[in-house]
């Protein structure tokens, strides 16, 4: 069957108002890598399927949840949109207005956002405001502009991006045939949690595909979830997941603790580490979207985890290219030779 898209394949099980019209650009159907010499690399004997959804349209999840928010503002007569940013909902957002002929208006936090992203809201028009602030702020001032001017808002605490972003949860029940043992995904404005496991229980009530067991990870600049309290300046190189103030905070509490999961955190170190071993296995993926990975690796190494046996998804969010300057930054740079095959032969075999 040809596929057209999140609200085509799945808009009969989200809760979507019936004036929404379709604004696709054929998002989701993103696939399930395996990755068994990462489970060597961890020490686990486990199976282990990487959910890729830096391969989304705009390069991250945030379009699954884009088709729908949009495609009900177009459905009720909106005339622009707005969202607050650490950038691929700015990107997604202007991506999918500009699919439907909206205007997009984006706030981002100063100097905070990854060039990949922010290159992407421009390109697709958007109208891009920096912050002298944090995330937190910039959502707080969209929130306020939404209830008073005619702008719709498209951050994740609008009610359809969590329906759009089920549609994951459906895609990899659909592939495996039931849901896995363990999912592990980033947390930031924790969004994506809440989703992931809304999705596997309507899931599992319509089909009995059952529910896995959920670890969100945030990074320990970043982890009011983890310490229980707000983070005034949260600091981290995974700026998708740098959140002080996560919106749906409770959620996703809930989500941990209903599943018998946890939220954890890991350190940028691990972040960079796991984003390495992941790029080592063909998978570049920006640093956030490895927080997942990189807590599981956690949990395995200080034995707080046996995964036996067991079948664990890990989400990656983001596509590395969305982020090149924390690799550009880190490299050495490359080597410069004269076009003559005896230079070449020097370099690689001498
Ligand atoms: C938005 C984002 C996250 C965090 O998702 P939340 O729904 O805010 O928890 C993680 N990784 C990437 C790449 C993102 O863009």
């Keep these: 069957m040809k596929y057209h898209g999140v609200l085509h394949r799945y808009g009969h099980l989200l809760d979507l108002p019936n004036y929404t019209q379709p604004i696709s650009l054929l998002e989701g159907d993103t696939p399930l890598i395996p990755a068994a010499r990462l489970v060597e690399q961890l020490g686990g004997a486990f199976e282990l399927l990487i959910k890729f959804e830096g391969l989304n349209p705009t390069g991250s999840f945030k379009d699954r949840g884009m088709t729908a928010a949009i495609s009900e503002a177009v459905g009720r007569g909106a005339k622009a949109v707005i969202c607050a940013s650490t950038g691929n909902t700015a990107a997604s957002a202007a991506a999918y207005a500009a ?90 404005n924790a969004g994506n949690i809440t989703s992931y496991w809304a999705g596997f229980w309507a899931y599992d009530e319509l089909k009995g595909t059952g529910l896995p067991q959920i670890l969100g990870v945030q990074a320990e600049g970043a982890a009011p979830l983890v310490l229980g309290h707000a983070v005034e300046k949260p600091e981290t190189v995974a700026t998708a997941i740098r959140i002080g103030r996560p919106a749906r905070g409770e959620q996703a509490l809930q989500a941990a603790e209903e599943s018998q999961g946890q939220i954890i955190a890991a350190s940028d170190a691990e972040i960079l580490q796991m984003q390495k071993y992941l790029a080592q296995c063909g998978i570049w993926v920006e640093p956030a979207s490895a927080a997942g990975l990189a807590g599981l690796a956690k949990e395995i190494k200080t034995g707080k985890v046996n995964l036996k046996g067991k079948r664990v998804v890990a989400v990656c969010t983001g596509h590395g290219l969305k982020d090149p300057e924390i690799i550009i930054g880190s490299m050495s740079k490359p080597e410069t030779i004269s076009p003559k095959l005896e230079a070449l032969e020097e370099i690689l075999f001498s």
């Design 99 to 188: 699919r439907a002929g909206l205007k997009a208006v984006v706030l981002i936090p100063q100097g905070k956002v990854a060039a990949g992203k922010l290159a992407g809201a421009i390109a697709y028009g958007a109208q891009v405001v920096q912050i002298e602030g944090s995330f937190d702020d910039a959502l707080a001032m969209v929130v306020e502009i939404s209830e008073k001017h005619p702008i719709a808002l498209v951050n994740s605490i609008n009610p359809y991006r969590i329906e759009g972003q089920k549609s994951a949860a459906f895609e990899i029940c659909d592939t495996l045939g039931k849901a896995p043992d363990w999912l592990c995904l980033p947390v930031g």
